[in-house]
Structures are given as C-alpha cells and as structure tokens.
Nanobody, 123 residues
Framework: VQLQASGGGSVQAGGSLRLSCVASGRTFNGYTMGWFRRTPGKEREFVAS????????YYKDSLEGRFTISRDKDKNTVFLQMHNLNPEDTAVYSC?????????????????WGQGTQVTVSS
C-alpha cells in the first residue's frame, strides 16, 4: 500500500487548503482512510476518517465544521478540505489507512501511512 499526500502550503489565517492523498497498491474496499497531524513537540493527533465503502466520516470534535473529509473512489483519492484555518492548525498532515475501524486506532495506529505534507498558517 502506498499513500501519497499533497496539497500543503502556507496560507494566511482564515484561508483554506485542500489536501489530497492518492492511495495505491491494493483495493481499499472495507478500509478506513484517515488524516492525522503532528506539530513539533506534540503527539500526533487524529483529524478525520472516512470509510471507503460507506463514506461514513468521523472527526476530531474541535475540527468538525471547519474540516471535511471525502473520497473519490474512481481516483483512489481521499481529500481533506480545510476552511477558516488558524495558526493552531499549523502541522505536518499525514494520511493513513487500515482495514480496522477508526475506533481501534487509539489502541493501535493505522498500518499504512503516507509521507506528510506541511501546512503553515500565519496570523
């Protein structure tokens, strides 16, 4: 499994970005795809997830409403649309995938990870 993330960049506070994660190497039926982020000095943080088949989504509470996760099954791509960004959103964002449901990810991290893409929000 390969996960290729892109779309990061530098934006002003209040701006928007859309991250993409192209998945390859297998079919992802039954998989859960997700986004995490990490800021230097802090633990990696769950952002959002989506079930590949059913499209069920789950968000970190404080991000729901500003962030939207979606997927394009034809393009094998997962997106993270981020609106109204603020400096606290600055982090390296990574996509992940696992056949296990998102509820298990707090006990064991997803099996597959892509490289991160840097998001920097300036005030």
């Amino acid at each position: 499994v390969q996960l290729q993330a892109s779309g990061g960049g530098s934006v002003q506070a209040g701006g928007s970005l859309r991250l993409s994660c192209v998945a390859s190497g297998r079919t992802f039926n039954g998989y859960t795809m997700g986004w995490f982020r990490r800021t230097p000095g802090k633990e990696r943080e769950f952002v959002a997830s989506i079930h590949w088949n059913g499209g069920y989504t789950y968000y970190k509470d404080s991000l729901e409403g500003r962030f939207t996760i979606s997927r394009d099954k034809d393009k094998n791509t997962v997106f993270l649309q981020m609106h109204n960004l603020n400096p606290e959103d600055t982090a390296v964002y990574s996509c992940a995938a696992d056949v296990r449901p998102v509820g298990s990810w707090s006990r064991r991290a997803p099996d597959y990870w892509g490289q991160g893409t840097q998001v920097t929000v300036s005030s």
